[in-house]
């Protein structure tokens, strides 16, 4: 069985950083792309950065210049450095990755999820 544990996240101050970790365990057979998504309440979920072979790097708009996605392939780890943080940034964060088990398919696994709160 595969999964995605997170740590990180917390309170910081407006201005302040945070940075979030995401390792993915079990019988990993391959991982394609990896990505933080968050949800602010009564929100939807939305991408926030991913990380794939095609492409290392993709983030959202309101991230850009501020938020650094980074991967270790060879731990199966993921990072989120957030700096410059905004009120607006405050949701609860999601490791999100498209692994493939050993014994098993390719499919979409979450984190259970961290909450990053940021005070003004």
């Known amino acids: 069985q595969v999964q995605l544990v997170e740590s990180g996240g917390g309170l910081a101050q407006a201005g302040g950083s945070l940075r979030l970790s995401c390792a993915a365990s079990?019988?990993?057979?391959?991982?394609?792309?990896m990505g933080w998504y968050r949800q602010a309440p009564g929100k939807q979920r939305e991408l926030v950065a991913t990380d794939s072979s095609s492409d290392t790097g993709n983030y959202a708009d309101s991230v850009k210049g501020r938020f650094t996605i980074s991967r270790d392939n060879s731990k199966n780890t993921l990072s989120l450095q957030m700096n410059s943080l905004k009120p607006e940034d405050t949701a609860v964060y999601y490791c999100?990755?498209?692994?493939?088990?050993?014994?098993?398919?390719?499919?979409?696994?979450w984190g259970q999820g961290t909450q990053v709160t940021v005070s003004s």
């Open positions: 999100h990755a498209n692994m493939r088990p050993l014994w098993g398919n390719w499919g979409d696994y």
């Open positions: 079990g019988s990993i057979a391959g991982i394609k792309v």
